[in-house]
């Protein structure tokens, strides 16, 4: 499973394969230079990507007080040019914190359900290691790929190789790494 070798390409240089060719996750595709954003958006779609999960509050802003600028709609005019379809939505988590177990449920339904119809699916926050990590390690621990601190430790494997911020372990906060610790498989 993390033998990069066999991964199917990956858009950007901050992402990985979960699960390949049908879960990615990863940072923020947008970016304030519409050029970048249109780049990841056809890189993303290049990739397959059907369907994105955002878990960035719609009110986030950067170090600097700026909004992050919205990638959705030049995003879904790619989507329309290729002749796809493209599923955007948000499903907020407070930046280094966790979400209810009921919303983290919801979320991995979301991941489960689009795995399943074989819609690739990209997930992501704004760095791509906190709540995207969290996310990833609870929908680990879910398909019994590993309980307590396994799960935590296969999402860093998974990360080696793929992702250019693999040296930054993932989940970001204690808070993170203990929701994913106390997910149980089939939760």
Not at 18 to 25: C, D, E, R, Y
Not at 131 to 149: D, I, P, Q, S
Request: hydrophobic share 35%; proline share 6%; glycine share 10%.
């Amino acid at each position: 499973m993390n033998n990069a070798r066999h991964q199917p390409q990956r858009p950007f240089p901050r992402s990985y394969w979960v699960v390949p060719g049908l879960f990615l996750a990863g940072f923020f595709p947008g970016s304030t230079h519409p050029h970048q954003t249109e780049e990841q958006g056809r890189a993303l779609i290049g990739c397959g990507i059907r369907q994105i999960i955002n878990l960035m509050e719609s009110d986030e802003r950067d170090r600097f007080g700026n909004p992050f600028p919205s990638y959705e709609s030049q995003f879904q005019q790619l989507a329309v040019q290729a002749n796809i379809g493209l599923r955007c939505q948000r499903i907020s988590i407070r930046d280094f914190s966790v979400p209810s177990p009921t919303q983290m449920a919801a979320i991995l339904d979301q991941i489960d359900e689009a795995i399943e119809a074989r819609h690739p699916i990209y997930l992501h926050c704004l760095g791509g290691k906190g709540r995207t990590g969290t996310v990833v390690g609870c929908w680990l621990a879910r398909h019994g790929k590993g309980a307590n601190e396994e799960a935590i430790t296969l999402l860093n494997q998974l990360r080696i190789g793929q992702d250019s911020q693999a040296h930054i372990a993932a989940p970001e906060t204690e808070e993170q790494r203990e929701m994913v610790r106390n997910w149980r498989c089939g939760e």
